[in-house]
């Protein structure tokens, strides 16, 4: 790892003290001079602070030799052009695959879903999950499922089990459509997702629930991409009420409303 190496490299480059960097990053001056000098291995906190401080990605910070990078490649980097940052780099996914040498579909119920925040690139942990196969998806692609929770994603009911492709390449994400989203702070997130990695180096994220505001997630802080496929689930989707049913509904609502009001001015 050049994590220290690099740290160090960054923080002469922009003619910054220690005491500048920590004092930015709230820290410690002898913290951020244990992890320059190696003395002691930062925390995820940590790495993602750095990771924003400098505009340059976990990955990168952590994999590359930043001092043997040529001057222009490096300045593409400071100018947001990190392939990881972008997402068109190779990632390495672990998995597993039956007697018959055919990818299985690992399950990510609730309990586990904590667990995979930190463990999704360790084969060990990969290889505890449940598995299961799907005859109709193809045996070319990889896919996963994982248990949602909550009510941002309705009509698509709470701890149904959504399963999505592998996206290797981020750049590839199509506008509208629903991905399953492993983030450093927000852990696993199902969304309907807006791309701007090409431009602000981010996914917009939308609830189908219009209760919930559309928010960022910057690409530091994406670990994994999953795109839709289908979701199972025992309950029955709400109906959709027609339109003059939708109305009679309101103006009942308004009605009650009315009432209420009217007890309310008559104590």
Not at 66 to 91: M, P
Not at 179 to 187: A, F, P, Q, R, S
Request: net charge neutral.
């Amino acid at each position: 790892m050049f994590f220290s190496s690099n740290i160090k490299f960054l923080r002469k480059r922009k003619g910054r003290t220690q005491d500048d960097v920590a004092f930015a990053l709230k820290m410690k001056r002898s913290t951020l001079s244990g992890y320059e000098n190696e003395v002691s291995q930062p925390t995820i906190q940590a790495l993602i602070a750095f990771s924003k401080y400098y505009g340059i990605a976990i990955d990168t910070l952590l994999k590359v030799d930043l001092t043997k990078i040529s001057e222009s490649h490096l300045s593409q980097l400071e100018r947001g052009g990190d392939v990881y940052l972008k997402g068109s780099n190779i990632r390495i996914l672990a998995t597993t695959v039956n007697n018959d040498d055919i990818e299985n579909i690992e399950l990510v119920n609730e309990k586990a879903k904590a667990g995979y925040a930190t463990g999704f690139a360790d084969p060990e942990f990969i290889k505890e999950l449940p598995v299961f196969h799907l005859p109709f998806l193809s045996k070319q692609k990889k896919y996963r499922t994982f248990q949602i929770t909550g009510d941002s994603m309705l009509p698509i009911p709470p701890k149904s089990w959504v399963t999505g492709e592998f996206v290797q390449d981020w750049n590839t994400i199509i506008n509208g459509h629903g991905y399953i989203i492993l983030t450093l702070e927000e852990g696993i997130v199902f969304k309907i997702v807006e791309n701007l990695i090409n431009t602000e180096h981010k996914l917009r994220l939308y609830s189908l629930n219009p209760l919930y505001e559309p928010f960022d997630i910057h690409v530091n802080d994406i670990k994994e991409v999953w795109k839709f496929v289908n979701y199972i689930s025992n309950e029955i989707p709400d109906p959709v009420l027609p339109q003059d049913d939708l109305f009679k509904v309101v103006s009942g609502l308004k009605k009650d409303i009315e009432k209420l009001k009217s007890k309310l001015r008559d104590k």
